[in-house]
């Protein structure tokens, strides 16, 4: 869609979002970021990075900080040596925290773990011994398929510490999407568990494995974290249990140290448009910006915060804010092995009770399912521990943002908006919690030490309160280093559509003040009658319906329009089933709220719409119902029923 966002016409049509949140005072006075950070960064962002980087123990410190002469490839603290897992680890015994809680692990059936730093330490060092005797070298790519447990962190650090770059897939993921991994990116080694809990149950996770290597002759070893006990086949030779081999390993491994564009990890994206890519990430420069980003976004004091990330491990949000950004920072975390409503739908909040969590970060779509479980189900914890939120992983929709911070902050917490993506490794968009003035639905600005513009099709910046395409104009350290194996495949999809600068694909917008809007993928802008709408403003606008807790819009051809709106959405359990007229009701709400020419053409009342592990609509797929087509790759879809179930809601209702 060449045009799908450019000179804003059509876009205009913004529902005016007017509720402001200024930051508490208490978190203004303390703040870690303030003014003065982003002019100093602004004047001189390479030195800004340089002055970052020294939160990390270097073992050779970098001279040099930025290399763009090859771009757009980057090079970052090219001369810098460093070891991962002894930033992440290590050093914080050694500075006397060894007894600081590194995490709170709950498992779904209520077994816990209480894991302090030293203890980390000493299980990451058996473990980096396990994989150096199952002949693991640096270089070599670790592939590592779990469940939501301490090991699956054990496991990505202890490949840190040895320079072997570990891909996680996703542990809900079939074993044909952990094949089509294994196999691109030639790893030799996979670290699996026999299972683990998910909705009250445990649910086997080796015969995936044991299925996928049918195709993968390439592997020679499986390590196995026994966690459910249930029967698992082991094949003789190749696989071992991690309590046999790991628990007999020596609690120190003496670790070398990397360049710092040394490979880290490759995380395949998580497939809301299409085939997955293998975004590679690089050491020092990675390190540098999510531990910047996770202190500066969330105001984090590493003394006294509790925090938590209720993303999968199998997302980048779990590998830069629930491993590396807050281990790198010394933080306490909690990690939740389950789904939020086992055994009840108040899991999370007896868990941020329980652990006094002061921070939380999880997606729009988990609080919008909250929403839709209804507001007295929260009311029934003590959630005052909570001063900040944070959200991830889709634009947030006003309403959502308003239900979250009045509902889980107690009306009192801000709440930050992140925009950033597998590609970019930290966060890149967000307001700064103790300077930004939240408006419901906006990310605000670029974080201190990035740059980023809306541009029209032409590439021009547009003028404030217009919409175009988001792009990066500036490397930044936790940028990709490409994508594995096909680095024209990087230079084309990112660096191609404008010279020179980073594009998203994602559109977005300047208000009045200069403050970024996210609109949505620029694939999902829709063409109406030559009027250009975002299904974003569209959805949000259904999500502020009172018997409304989530939409999915997209755009189906049309006749008579070009492109038609059809929305799917899902009802406020508290609506029941909204009603004979419910439809005419929605459809009547946007056409008072955004204009007639946004009315939808369709809506269809479902129970769930199909999502990625990181809780994203898949539009593509709605598209294809909304099209009558056959249905594309569903292989990243959480839970793979879904669209039958659409399939069969639309067959009984239309
Ligand atoms: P693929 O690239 O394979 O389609 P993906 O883009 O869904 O996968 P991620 O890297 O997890 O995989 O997602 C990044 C995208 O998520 C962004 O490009 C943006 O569209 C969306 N996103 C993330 N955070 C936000 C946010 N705070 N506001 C708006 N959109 C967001
Ligand atoms: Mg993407």
Same mark, same amino acid.
């Given at each position: 869609m060449a045009d799908a966002a450019g000179q804003g016409q059509g876009l205009e049509s913004l529902s005016a979002e007017e509720r402001r949140f200024p930051p508490p005072p208490g978190l203004a006075e303390h703040a870690n970021v303030t003014e003065a950070t982003f002019e100093a960064a602004a004047a001189d962002d390479v030195a800004f990075w340089a002055e970052q980087a020294r939160r990390l123990s270097w073992e050779t410190e970098p001279t040099q900080t930025l290399d763009w002469s090859d771009a757009p490839f980057a090079r970052w603290f090219a001369d810098g040596r460093l070891n991962a897992a002894y930033n992440c680890l290590d050093r914080h015994v050694e500075a006397g925290? $060894?007894?600081?809680?590194a995490f709170h692990f709950e498992g779904e059936p209520g077994d816990t773990r209480t894991i302090t730093y030293a203890e980390l330490t000493a299980q990451v060092c058996q473990a980096a011994n396990a994989l150096v005797e199952l002949g693991v070298k640096a270089g070599d790519r670790v592939a590592i398929y779990m469940p939501m447990i301490p090991e699956a962190a054990v496991a990505m650090l202890a490949c840190a510490r040895i320079g072997a770059p570990h891909t996680v897939v996703f542990g809900g993921f079939s074993s044909d999407a952990l094949a089509t991994r294994i196999l691109d990116c030639g790893v030799e080694v996979v670290i699996t568990a026999d299972g683990g809990y998910r909705k009250g149950k445990a649910s086997a996770l080796k015969p995936a494995v044991d299925e996928a290597l049918e195709r993968c002759p390439e592997v020679r070893s499986v390590l196995v974290v026994r966690r459910t006990e249930q029967e698992t086949a082991m094949t003789e030779g190749r696989d071992v249990w991690w309590h046999d081999l790991v628990d007999r390993q020596p609690t120190e491994h003496a670790y070398e140290a990397f360049e710092a564009e040394h490979p880290l990890y490759i995380m395949y994206t998580s497939g809301s448009t299409g085939q997955p890519k293998g975004i590679f990430h690089t050491t020092g420069g990675y390190l540098t910006g999510v531990a910047y980003t996770h202190w500066a976004t969330f105001d984090l004091k590493p003394e006294t915060d509790v925090f938590w990330t209720a993303a999968d491990i199998g997302w980048v949000t779990g590998h830069s804010y629930l491993v590396y950004g807050p281990l790198a920072n010394g933080t306490t975390s909690v990690m939740y092995e389950g789904t939020p409503d086992t055994p009840h739908q108040g899991r999370w909040w007896d868990v941020v009770d329980k652990y006094g969590v002061t921070i939380l970060y999880c997606a729009p779509t988990a609080i919008r399912t909250f929403m839709k479980w209804g507001a007295e189900i929260p009311a029934k914890a003590d959630l005052s521990s909570l001063r900040l939120l944070g959200s991830v992983g889709e634009p947030i929709n006003p309403e959502a943002y308003v239900w979250y911070r009045e509902?889980? $902050?107690?009306?009192?917490t801000p709440v930050v908006d992140t925009w950033w993506q597998t590609e970019t490794g930290m966060h890149m968009i967000s307001p700064m919690p103790g300077v930004a003035e939240g408006k419901p639905g906006a990310a605000m600005r670029a974080v201190p030490g990035v740059s980023v513009k809306v541009v029209n099709d032409e590439g021009q910046p547009v003028s404030d309160d217009a919409a175009g395409y988001l792009v990066i104009d500036r490397p930044w350290p936790a940028m990709l280093r490409g994508i594995w194996g096909d680095q024209q495949r990087y230079v084309d999809t990112y660096w191609s559509r404008f010279p020179g600068v980073y594009f998203a694909g994602d559109g977005a917008k300047l208000d009045a003040d200069g403050d970024i809007w996210l609109l949505g993928r620029v694939d999902d802008v829709m063409n109406v009658s030559g009027h250009r709408m975002s299904t974003t403003e569209i959805e949000s606008s259904l999500v502020s319906h009172p018997k409304v807790a989530e939409a999915a819009v997209v755009g189906a051809s049309d006749e008579t329009t070009g492109q038609a709106i059809v929305a799917f959405v899902i009802l406020r359990s508290e609506a029941g089933d909204g009603g004979p007229d419910v439809v005419d009701e929605l459809r009547r709400h946007v056409a008072k709220d955004i204009g007639a020419i946004a009315r939808p053409r369709q809506i269809m009342v479902v129970d769930e719409l199909p999502k990625t592990r990181s809780g994203k609509i898949m539009r593509r797929l709605l598209r294809d119902v909304a099209e009558n087509r056959e249905l594309g790759d569903v292989t990243t879809l959480t839970d793979s029923t879904v669209m039958d179930l659409i399939k069969g809601n639309l067959a009984t209702t239309s």
């Open positions: 925290l $060894g007894e600081r809680v509902h889980i $902050g107690h009306d009192r």
